[in-house]
């Protein structure tokens, strides 16, 4: 991997994490002191951030983390529903049994993530869980709108479980109750995905 990549993860690990929180204002010197790093892979990896919107980089001020707006959020999260909606409207009545083993090995993976209380674990596993059922279909658009996404579901994701851990066991019971509509062919699975993201949207605004 290069240097500017290594850069680009480790300063983005530290933006879903919150260790650089919204609204934190950081120096280059920062960031080579933290990366233990020089400024060019540093550079490159904030050009990248700054075009994915995690950042905004002011030559006056420095390097400012960004938040995402309640707008941003309440438009991802109605994307989702839209997309994903109609990814278990396609897939359900075809869905194989090598496409449901994959999702039932995501599904054991989290439920040990829930029972060992590992936040960061299961925000992965439940946008892999989100991401297989959209690779299931075959739409190769949606899913990479969905991928385009990812790391930013990925921090809302944290953010809802740093508010109330304890959402992971609803979650992943939401997911279970997904798959098993699936397993039977069930039409209700588009219900559920639906209520599922409308429910996570309705929590984080809380």
Same mark, same amino acid.
């Given at each position: 991997?290069?240097?500017?990549?290594?850069?680009? /993860?480790?300063?983005?690990?530290?933006?879903?994490?919150? %260790?650089?929180?919204?609204?934190?204002?950081?120096?280059?010197?920062?960031?080579?002191?933290?990366? +233990?790093?020089?400024?060019?892979?540093?550079?490159?990896?904030?050009?990248?951030?700054?075009? %994915?919107?995690?950042?905004?980089?002011?030559?006056?001020?420095?390097?400012?983390?960004?938040?995402?707006?309640?707008?941003?959020?309440?438009?991802?999260?109605?994307?989702?529903?839209?997309?994903?909606?109609?990814?278990?409207?396609?897939?359900?009545?075809?869905?194989?049994?090598? /496409?449901?083993?994959?999702?039932?090995?995501?599904?054991?993976?989290?439920?040990?993530?829930?029972? +060992?209380?590992?936040?960061?674990?299961?925000?992965?596993?439940?946008?892999?869980?989100?991401?297989?059922?959209?690779?299931?279909?075959?739409? /190769? %658009?949606?899913?990479?709108?969905?991928?385009?996404?990812?790391?930013?579901?990925?921090?809302?994701?944290?953010?809802?479980?740093?508010?109330?851990?304890?959402?992971?066991?609803?979650?992943?019971?939401?997911?279970? %109750?997904?798959?098993?509509?699936?397993?039977?062919?069930?039409?209700?699975?588009?219900?559920?995905?639906?209520?599922?993201?409308?429910? +996570?949207?309705?929590?984080?605004?809380?």
């Amino acid at each position: 991997m290069l240097l500017k990549d290594i850069a680009y /993860q480790k300063i983005k690990e530290k933006i879903l994490d919150e %260790e650089y929180h919204p609204g934190l204002f950081l120096s280059e010197r920062t960031l080579i002191n933290d990366l +233990s790093m020089s400024k060019t892979p540093i550079k490159n990896a904030l050009v990248r951030l700054e075009t %994915e919107g995690f950042i905004t980089v002011s030559s006056k001020q420095g390097i400012f983390i960004n938040d995402l707006s309640v707008d941003k959020i309440n438009d991802i999260y109605n994307l989702r529903i839209a997309l994903e909606s109609f990814n278990c409207e396609t897939i359900y009545p075809v869905i194989n049994a090598d /496409q449901l083993a994959e999702l039932k090995s995501n599904i054991e993976e989290t439920k040990l993530a829930v029972e +060992s209380a590992d936040a960061k674990a299961f925000a992965t596993l439940d946008h892999e869980f989100h991401l297989t059922l959209s690779e299931a279909t075959g739409n /190769q %658009e949606i899913t990479r709108i969905l991928l385009n996404y990812q790391d930013h579901l990925l921090r809302i994701t944290l953010r809802h479980l740093s508010k109330d851990p304890s959402r992971v066991r609803k979650f992943y019971e939401d997911h279970v %109750e997904i798959y098993k509509a699936l397993e039977n062919h069930h039409s209700e699975s588009v219900t559920l995905m639906r209520k599922h993201l409308q429910d +996570s949207k309705s929590i984080l605004f809380k």
